[in-house]
């Protein structure tokens, strides 16, 4: 197996984990959700770091919804550009951030033990009730990610890429594609 698509599928691992976080917590707490296909509110991403660019390009690349074509960046002023009618064109490969929207999150960073990241989710319960283990922790997830961001940006020969947040608006375009990775 080449280094890249051990990458690849730590990535996905890693995606994984946070749906399937997302489902267990949902299945415990379906009345505390507000969040359900059509929902936009956290839908205001613009960038990525260049792992999650590429996942991203390769998948705009092999879809026939997405290949070929230029895509044109959502009319609604700060919207992600991959959103639609209120639908993600990208929801098989959308960013981490996105599959975590909606948790509760845990983080040495916070103030607070819990975050929400979702204004609607969460609005009934007592936070200081959750059992910490139905908090995503959020710092792991992190670092995770940064860190086969950083050996995938080592595989381009620029450890240095790894700072570099990409536009989500030039890979909907086709300015940033599969090609700009060079791997």
């Given amino acids: 197996m080449s280094k890249l698509q051990e990458i690849i599928d730590s990535h996905s691992k890693l995606r994984d984990y946070c749906d399937d976080f997302w489902k267990r917590i949902f299945d415990k707490?379906?009345?505390?959700?507000?969040c359900a296909a059509g929902c936009s509110t956290c839908?205001?991403?613009?960038?990525?770091?260049v792992l999650e660019a590429f996942v991203i390009?390769?998948?705009?690349c092999t879809q026939n919804n997405l290949s070929g074509r230029t895509l044109i960046p959502?009319?609604?002023?700060?919207?992600?550009?991959?959103?639609?009618?209120?639908?993600?064109?990208?929801?098989p490969v959308r960013p981490l951030i996105c599959r975590t929207h909606g948790l509760l999150l845990k983080s040495r960073e916070?103030?607070?033990r819990v975050a929400l990241s979702c204004p609607f989710n969460f609005?009934?319960?007592d936070h200081?009730?959750?059992?910490?283990?139905?908090m995503l922790d959020i710092d792991a997830v992190t670092t995770g990610l940064a860190k086969?961001?950083?050996?995938?940006c080592m595989l381009l020969g620029d450890v240095k890429k790894a700072k570099e947040r990409i536009a989500l608006s030039d890979l909907a375009s086709g300015k940033t594609g599969r090609s700009w990775f060079a791997v």
Wanted: hydrophobic residues 45%; proline residues 6%.
């Fill in 29 to 34: 707490f379906p009345e505390e959700f507000v």
């Fill in 43 to 49: 839908c205001e991403l613009q960038s990525v770091n």
């Fill in 57 to 60: 390009a390769d998948y705009c």
């Fill in 74 to 91: 959502s009319p609604l002023g700060g919207a992600c550009p991959f959103l639609a009618d209120n639908r993600c064109r990208i929801y």
């Fill in 110 to 112: 916070f103030s607070d």
């Fill in 123 to 125: 609005a009934t319960v």
């Fill in 128 to 134: 200081a009730a959750i059992d910490d283990a139905d």
């Fill in 148 to 152: 086969l961001n950083a050996a995938f």
